[in-house]
């Protein structure tokens, strides 16, 4: 069985671009989630999407946006990006909602700002 | 708001020797408590899980944890450290949604082993 996908796996954006990242979930997964993990703040939760539809939304600002598609491949997009926006982004998904579904993790998208 | 601390950003051991990861956490209810492992330039793969029952669980890799509701705590053991252990481990607790998401994590102890 394939585990998550995250594409690409390396990007290198200037200040001011837009990006977009990608994520595959596990065969028959409906929960699609994304983190950020940078060495200062760890690994901070940016939002869910279960069936198409954003469930959970972490404390990030309007910049961060992400959608999930009827396959429940989920893409996640930052605009006018930053400095510190600068990280490893990991995308995760389960098969249902709720904390005791197991989430699987994909190797992450390192983007870096420049 | 719900927290999960882990005391030691850094800690090296001998290959063969014990080790103990701690794990602290800050929540209302019986909590779902995690450990991942991290090796350079991956993801987070998950080494177990409590949710309910008997305290002691085991993982993968000959990893164990016990959770101690008195204490707040679920650590991390494995009797033997091998070299391929070399990782950053994340202990988090599972919530039901909000603006924290499913999964609160740690900072990380980052592990190193000594041949």
């Known amino acids: 069985k394939a585990g998550v996908t995250q594409t690409p796996r390396y990007l290198i954006k200037t200040r001011g671009q837009q990006v977009t990242l990608s994520c595959s979930p596990i065969?028959?997964?409906?929960?699609v989630s994304w983190y950020q993990q940078t060495p200062g703040q760890g690994l901070q939760f940016l939002f869910e999407y279960f069936s198409e539809t954003q469930r959970n939304k972490g404390n990030f600002p309007g910049r961060f946006s992400g959608r999930q598609f009827s396959n429940s491949r989920s893409e996640m997009n930052v605009s006018t990006l930053e400095l510190g926006d600068s990280a490893l982004y990991l995308c995760?998904?389960?098969?249902?909602?709720?904390?005791?579904?197991?989430?699987?993790f994909g190797p992450g998208t390192r983007l870096t700002v420049l | 708001a719900q927290s999960v601390t882990q005391p030691d950003i850094h800690i090296t051991v001998s290959e063969g020797a014990s080790l103990e990861l701690r794990c602290n956490y800050s929540y209302g209810a019986t909590p779902y408590l995690f450990w991942y492992v991290q090796s350079p330039g991956q993801g987070l793969q998950l080494l177990l899980k409590?949710?309910?029952?008997?305290?002691l669980v085991q993982g993968i890799k000959g990893f164990e944890a016990e959770f101690k509701r008195s204490q707040s705590s679920f650590n991390l053991r494995k009797p033997s450290v091998h070299w391929s252990d070399a990782a950053e481990y994340f202990c988090a607790v599972g919530l039901y949604g909000g603006s924290q998401g499913n999964l609160i994590f740690g900072k990380g102890t980052k592990l190193s082993v000594k041949p």
């Open positions: 995760a998904s389960k098969r249902q909602q709720g904390p005791y579904n197991e989430q699987f």
């Open positions: 065969s028959g997964h409906r929960s």
């Open positions: 409590y949710f309910s029952g008997d305290t």
